[in-house]
């Protein structure tokens, strides 16, 4: 979603691999979890600029992406068994003398089929292409290739029909139609601990905002609680607060990191990222409240907020806590062009957009009321976030200090 360039690239690298992997009589299951694997692969890549490098075929630095993703996975259950596929993804087969078991048979797949994709020039006929691409490929055998997988993608590349079963790859899923699916157990603690999962994806691509999602999430989640929610209902809230911004992956990194405020034409490409979360978690048909949520967080009750444009009666009231504790969190945490406010201003601001008709009135005086509890609740889980953030840093190198945001004055 970020970039045309990128554009079904995980989709078509998910095809090739279950392709080559067929080809060299893989087992169902780990079919399975090589499609996995390649669906993921470069989820370490987190602005532009590196998705942007993660498709140069010579790039040098991709180890830095795949080591990202690995560190991201590892810790979720159900992506930890291909974690270190993706870790090893961009490693050359004749380049692991140390500790050659240790780089999975999928990796070299996953690597294959990855390069395969850069390679092609979307713009032009891809059977005209396919001689080009197999000369270049083929004599990498044994060297940045592994010879098994070289031979199985010489093999298949000799057929027309996996150039075009390529080319509609990203329209349907159809030939992974026959792998067995990958169980998963979506119960409450499971949603919730996903949900935490793809807060960090969302978050931890800038120190500032690195615990934002955290911060949302206790205070919606607090305030659900107020108003009167289920348990049940609360715990929802919870995960809405994780997940509301997650159309965000699809707004470059540059942005969200910009030291200042953004001119309209950078607003217009934040702005979508609420729509995006829609069509991100429209899937979910069982939670069809939280969608709503999540997606309306940006509408004011006067019918000025965005993307839809709905009025106070239209906006349901999950919604309308997400949106008080998003401004909430926002106005009381650091930004790039900013230091975070003190709570009496935050909580001035809060109640003149809700005198404005922007915001529900008994939401935020039930904020009002016990303003310095929400700052306790925000904060408290924002110091969890932020020791994971710092954690999750520890363990890259150097290099990985890549964040562009500077300190606010
Ligand atoms: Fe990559
Ligand atoms: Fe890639
Ligand atoms: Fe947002």
Known sequence: MVSPVIMGHHQRVAYLSYTLGRAMDTPPEQLSLLVLSASLHDIGAMSLLDRQRALEFEERNHYLHAEMGYHHLKDFPLFSSVSNVIRFHHHPWNHTPDAPDEI?????????????????????????QSREIRDKILPLAGTIFSPEVIHAFHSQSGKESFWLELLSATQNDQPFQNIPEIYADWSLLNIVEFSWFMARLIDFRCSFTATHSSGVSAVAEWLANLVGFSQNECQMMMIAGFLHDIGKLGVPTELINKPGKLTDAEFNQVKPHAYLTRQILSPLKNLPGLVDWCSFHHERLDGSGYPYHLNAQQVPLGAKILAVADIFTALIEDRPYRKGMQIDRAIQIIQEQSRSGLLDQRIVSLLSEDAEMARYVCLNSQQYA????????????????FDTCPLPH
Do not use: T
């Not at 070299?108 to 990855?114: G, Q, S, V």
């Open 104 to 128: 999975p048979h999928a990796s070299h797949i996953l690597h294959l089929a990855d390069r395969i994709d850069v390679l092609i020039d979307y713009s032009r006929n891809l059977l005209e």
């Open 386 to 401: 932020q020791s994971r953030y710092s954690e999750f840093f520890k363990h890259l190198p150097e290099s990985f200090a």
